[in-house]
């Protein structure tokens, strides 16, 4: 049982390089969402995607873009990178609102 | 957006003893609401879910939260703390529009 998969677990970065960070899902799931998790101040929400065509901003979008490619995959893009986004990146997903998020095991994105 | 605020970043109780984990929503009308814990380098697991069916709520490894409308509170809760509970907890709400904002976390330590 694969469920959440994100590509990849690690990376560094240099200010102003870009990157895309990768997330699949095989459970069928409508809803996908990125976070980012910082020390104290839990996960914040940085692009949903209610359906498959549709995206939308959550509460830190700023320096960030996003890609629904199809069902299953749901795509996170920096940019050129800064360091205030040095951070966890989690993707989750699920089908209704009164169900749970399935998350993945995280990206660790460091930027010098 | 709804919100939700966790009470204490650290909570400290010796092995044995009751867990109380605090978390109040800000919503005029009943939330879908959750607790995920998160153990070290891992991504979120489902530790109970409230979607209005019942008030008190019974989940995993022993977890349960009341839902108190009168007091906007969800809090959880274990009677008896094992090693193992030692992780990183969040409370989380859904908005009406699919999007989940978490508490920042309180982190659970396991005194021998």
């Not at chain 2, 879910?49 to 274990?78: C, D, M, P, Q, R």
Request: some cysteine; overall charge positive; charged content about 15%.
């Amino acid at each position: 049982n694969a469920g959440v998969t994100q590509t990849p677990k690690f990376q560094v970065l240099k200010t102003g390089q870009s990157m895309t960070l990768q997330c699949a899902q095989d459970m069928n799931h409508n809803s996908m969402y990125w976070y980012r998790q910082d020390p104290g101040m839990g996960l914040r929400l940085i692009y949903y995607s209610a359906s498959e065509g549709t995206t939308d901003k959550g509460e830190v979008p700023n320096g960030y873009n996003v890609s629904r490619l199809n069902k299953r995959e749901f795509s996170l893009r920096l940019e050129s990178a800064a360091p205030s986004q040095t951070s966890v990146y989690f993707c989750a997903s699920t089908n209704q609102r009164d169900q749970p998020q399935h998350f993945g095991d995280g990206t660790r994105l460091s930027i010098l | 957006a709804q919100s939700v605020t966790q009470l204490g970043s650290h909570v400290s109780v010796s092995e044995g003893a009751l867990v109380l984990l605090r978390c109040n929503y800000s919503s005029s009308v009943p939330p879908y609401l959750f607790w995920y814990v998160q153990y070290p380098n891992q991504g979120l697991q489902l530790l109970l879910k409230y979607t209005s069916a019942a008030t008190l709520v019974k989940g995993i490894n022993g977890f349960e939260a009341e839902f108190k409308k009168s007091e906007t509170s969800f809090h959880l809760t274990k009677p008896s703390a094992h090693m193992s509970d030692a992780a990183e907890y969040f409370c989380a709400v859904v908005n009406f529009n699919n999007d989940m904002r978490f508490g920042a976390g309180t982190r659970l330590t396991v005194k021998p």
